[in-house]
């Protein structure tokens, strides 16, 4: 049985290992590459552009040309905060006001474990499962000037395509599978990268202070979702007792709200009690 790659303390102890790190990104990026130790939580000092960030999974290559940088979502982020992050590891090598040029290569990658929730500018939705963004100009005619190597991708499992590379394969199926059939995962052992991964994260191979830190981890997001939950009946129920002052129908108030008729009709039979003006 495998450890769930959408916890936190599993995903570190499977990316952090040499292999498992270089595999992935040979296999992501189409790059080898040699570091000397892989970060977690990383943060940069002074700040970059006044905003403290952290990073869940950086390291950087031997001949510090290459940096590179892997995010863990659970949930659905914009886009916005992916690319403030890959912005900002760019913007850091600038030291001085004086010092323009840009010496590393900065690669970024974002595993969502969740489906997209946002839809593109004329609102189309987003079904993607590898989403690429390079920082190179074009000419009129389309032609790419290789000029920055930069590259941001985003991977999500839960959009399969069937023309994604198999090599980017093998790790969305490790991913998906660690979540949604850990018991009977179907994988690629033949990959060093994914057979290091599956001997790191199987249960057998957790260590009691990882089975805690990863259940406390699985109970913090029950406990936000929960609060999230709550937070959003609230604030259906504010809508609904806005809209009985209004003197609004149950039948509307129902279909702006999402309530029951039986919980809207508790909130009226408050009001008559306890009347608010």
């Known amino acids: 049985m495998l450890g769930n790659l959408d916890n936190e303390v599993i995903f570190k102890k499977a990316f952090t290992n040499m292999t498992v790190f270089k595999a992935f990104v040979r296999d992501i990026l189409g790059i080898e590459v040699e570091i000397d130790k892989i970060e977690t939580e990383k943060k940069f000092e002074p ?9 869940d999974i950086f390291a950087e290559t031997t001949d510090k040309r290459i940096c590179i940088e892997i995010q863990r979502v659970e949930y659905d982020h914009h886009f916005d905060r992916f690319l403030h992050y890959f912005l900002m590891l760019i913007a850091e090598q600038q030291k001085s006001a004086k010092e323009y040029n840009i010496e590393q290569t900065v690669y970024v990658i974002v595993i969502l474990t969740a489906p997209y929730k946002i839809s593109e500018k004329n609102g189309k939705p987003i079904l993607d499962e590898v989403l690429l963004l390079k920082l190179n100009p074009e000419t009129l005619q389309g032609e790419v000037r290789e000029l920055y190597g930069h590259q941001f991708v985003c991977l999500n499992p839960n959009h399969p395509n069937e023309e994604t590379p198999k090599q980017i394969r093998d790790w969305l199926d490790l991913i998906y599978q660690s979540i949604h059939s850990p018991e009977r995962p179907v994988l690629n052992t033949e990959n060093e990268g994914i057979r290091k991964a599956v001997e790191l994260i199987s249960f057998d191979n957790l260590t009691p202070e990882e089975r805690t ?7 913090a997001k029950v406990t936000i979702a929960k609060t999230e939950q709550y937070a959003k009946q609230e604030e259906k129920f504010d809508i609904a007792k806005k809209a009985i002052r209004a003197g609004l129908t149950n039948d509307i108030i129902i279909q702006i709200t999402g309530l029951t008729l039986a919980q809207i009709q508790a909130l009226r039979q408050a009001f008559s009690v306890n009347p608010i003006s």
């Open 47 to 55: 700040k970059i552009g006044y905003v403290d960030f952290e990073l």
């Open 213 to 219: 830190k990863a259940k406390n981890k699985e109970a």
